[in-house]
C-alpha cells in the first residue's frame, strides 16, 4: 500500500523558517518526480515545487520562487521543502505528491498530473 506522510507544518510568525518533509513508502519510486502543492482556505489547490527523480531538476511557481527550495533524499524517496522568509499567505495546507509517469516532469503544475497524494500538512503564518 503506498503511502505518502507529510511531516513539519505548524504555528509559526512571519518572517520564520519551516523544513517540510515528506516520505513515501509501498513502492519504489527512484524514476517518479516528486513535488509539493498547496491550498489555502476558500482556494483551489496550487502547485509549488517539483524535484526530478534523481535531484536533478527543480521546478518553482513563481509565487514561491527564491524563498522556496525542494530537494530529495538521494536514494530515497523521501522530499523536503524548506520555506525561508514565511508570509501570512504561505498559510495552507501543504501536500507531497508523486508524478504518475516515470521519468517525466511534464505538466508539472496540473494537479492530474500527479498520481499519489499525502494527507497533507498544516502550516500557518501569523503576521
Known amino acids: 500500500q503506498v503511502r505518502l506522510v507529510e511531516s513539519g507544518g505548524g504555528l509559526v510568525q512571519a518572517g520564520d523558517s519551516l523544513r517540510l518533509s515528506c516520505s513515501a513508502t509501498?513502492?519504489?519510486?527512484?524514476?517518479?518526480?516528486m513535488g509539493w502543492f498547496r491550498q489555502a482556505p476558500g482556494k483551489e489547490r496550487e502547485f509549488v515545487a517539483l524535484?526530478?527523480?534523481?535531484?536533478?531538476?527543480?521546478y518553482y511557481a513563481d509565487s514561491v520562487e527564491g524563498r522556496f527550495t525542494i530537494s530529495r533524499d538521494k536514494g530515497e524517496d523521501t522530499i523536503h521543502l524548506f520555506i525561508d522568509s514565511l508570509k501570512p499567505e504561505d498559510t495552507a495546507v501543504y501536500y507531497c505528491s508523486i508524478v504518475r509517469r516515470p521519468l517525466s516532469t511534464a505538466n508539472y503544475d496540473d494537479p492530474n498530473t500527479y498520481e499519489y497524494w499525502g494527507q497533507g500538512t498544516r502550516v500557518t503564518v501569523s503576521s
Open positions: 524535484i526530478s527523480w534523481r535531484g536533478g531538476r527543480q
Open positions: 509501498g513502492r519504489d519510486f527512484s524514476t517518479q518526480a
